[in-house]
T-cell receptor
Framework: SQTIHQWPATLVQPVGSPLSLECTVE??????LYWYRQAAGRGLQLLFY??????ISSEVPQNLSASRPQDRQFILSSKKLLLSDSGFYLC????????????FGSGTQLSVL | EDQVTQSPEALRLQEGESSSLNCSYT??????LFWYRQDPGKGPEFLFT???AGEEKEKERLKATLTKKESFLHITAPKPEDSATYLC??????????????FGRGTSLIVHP
């Protein structure tokens, strides 16, 4: 069966510090991978998605970046965090077809102080 | 412009009091409408996918229906354990010809015993 791992679960970082969130998927190959952010009381905002190794698409301009160094590994990074980067970050995967459901990780609650 | 809108934002019910949540969408060529359930501090979990107007799917006390412009999530005789945020999502066209799962803001449901 397929599983998705996302860590850490909680993170408190000062403004201006770097960020690295990691997500790995097991039990499938060549998944589509996604990073979403959920602000308090709001819906899920897509940040990045990837359909293959090294292929990253960004939906929202910001100071975040994403990388996919391996088929089932997706990393969200920032060189310098802003207060506005606080939120609940979710990694997700789906099979290749457009009409496939998403499987989400457990999320990372990021607080930038 | 393609978009996904959910209503109401919040809903409080007494145990056993049936109601419906709404998800309206404007998109040309629907490629599926997805319902998810999200518990506090966790990632969303898939509930249903609907593809064509008139389609219905059921799971325990939940039934999802679809028309050409909206979907309803009917909750029959809800229990406190049904309390959660319910999200709907539709694949919308993005740059490069991809389709991205795009979420509404969700409906926060609280069922009181």
């Amino acid at each position: 069966s397929q599983t998705i791992h996302q860590w850490p679960a909680t993170l408190v970082q000062p403004v201006g510090s770097p960020l690295s969130l990691e997500c790995t998927v097991e039990g499938t190959s060549n998944p589509n991978l996604y990073w979403y952010r959920q602000a308090a009381g709001r819906g899920l905002q897509l940040l990045f998605y990837s359909v293959g190794i090294g292929q990253i698409s960004s939906e929202v301009p910001q100071n975040l970046s994403a990388s996919r160094p391996q088929d089932r590994q997706f990393i969200l990074s920032s060189k310098k965090l802003l207060l506005s980067d606080s939120g609940f970050y979710l990694c997700a995967w789906s099979r290749g077809a457009v009409d496939e459901k998403l499987f989400f990780g457990s999320g990372t609650q990021l607080s930038v102080l | 412009e393609d978009q996904v809108t959910q209503s109401p934002e919040a809903l409080r019910l007494q145990e056993g009091e049936s109601s419906s949540l709404n998800c309206s969408y404007t998109v040309s060529g629907l490629r599926g409408l997805f319902w998810y359930r999200q518990d506090p501090g966790k990632g969303p979990e898939f509930l249903f996918t609907l593809y064509s107007a008139g389609e219905e799917k059921e799971k325990e006390r939940l039934k999802a229906t679809l028309t050409k412009k909206e979907s309803f999530l009917h909750i029959t005789a809800p229990k406190p354990e049904d309390s959660a945020t319910y999200l709907c999502a539709v694949p919308l066209g993005a740059s490069g010809g991809s389709y991205i799962p795009t979420f509404g803001r969700g409906t926060s449901l609280i069922v009181h015993p």
